[in-house]
């Protein structure tokens, strides 16, 4: 089944401990992209990436890294997570070059910030 | 900047009934519009895929159209049933670098 699978899907940690939220998709796409969800302010993008070892800013990239080492995973790095990283996030992909095409997402990661 | 703006923020309709979900938008110089429905707890679903040179899509009992020159879309929902409801979000894409999103319309289809 094609998917775009994210990991943890919940997760609560404290102030300072790095963590790694895990993204994988087995469509093959060379698109790849982090968004958070918070209410009010909806979905903002964090990093994305064009392909392998291609990434890039997106709105709200402080607090975070990315790497594209392999096509399918990118995932995304809290070194010191702060309780205004709390939020949803959700990793996409597209076949198509950049986000022109159709846009796939994971089914996002709750991620609380004590 | 593109904003992208969705009226109403929620609605409430019977079971049965057709609806029409608004989106609009301030930069006409889009590649495309999108239109997703996210479940509580879920991850976005994408509904249908307008490119810039359409003027609509259809897909069973959605149709969304596009006027660039208005900047809107709309989204409308035949016969709407309680598996319907859901946020509906519209989102464009203005490069090739990530979507804009609107804040999205709740929609409760009441059986």
């Known amino acids: 089944e094609a998917q775009v699978t994210q990991n943890p899907r919940y997760l609560i940690t404290v102030t300072g401990k790095k963590l790694t939220v895990t993204c994988s998709q087995n469509m093959n796409h060379e698109y790849m992209s982090w968004y958070r969800q918070d209410p009010g302010l909806g979905l903002r993008q964090i990093y994305y990436s064009m392909n392998v070892e291609v990434t890039d800013k997106g709105d709200v990239p402080e607090g975070y890294k990315v790497s594209r080492k392999e096509k399918r995973n990118f995932p995304l790095i809290l070194e010191s997570p702060s309780p205004n990283q709390t939020s949803l996030y959700f990793c996409?992909?597209?076949?198509?070059?950049?986000?022109?095409?159709?846009?796939?997402f994971g089914e996002g990661s709750r991620l609380t910030v004590l | 900047k593109q904003e992208v703006t969705q009226i109403p923020a929620a609605l409430s309709v019977p079971e049965g009934e057709n609806l029409v979900l608004n989106c609009s938008f301030t930069?006409?110089?889009?590649?495309?519009l999108q239109w997703f429905r996210q479940d509580p707890g879920k991850g976005l679903t994408s509904l249908l895929l307008i490119q810039s040179s359409q003027r609509e899509q259809t897909s069973g009992r959605l149709n969304a159209s596009l006027d660039k020159s208005s900047g809107r879309s709309t989204l409308y929902i035949a016969a709407s049933q309680p598996g319907d409801s859901a946020t509906y979000l519209c989102a464009l894409g203005t490069g090739r670098r990530a979507l804009t999103f609107g804040s999205g319309t709740r929609l409760q289809v009441q059986p």
């Open positions: 996409a992909s597209s076949p198509h070059q950049g986000a022109t095409g159709e846009l796939f």
């Open positions: 930069d006409s110089a889009i590649y495309n």
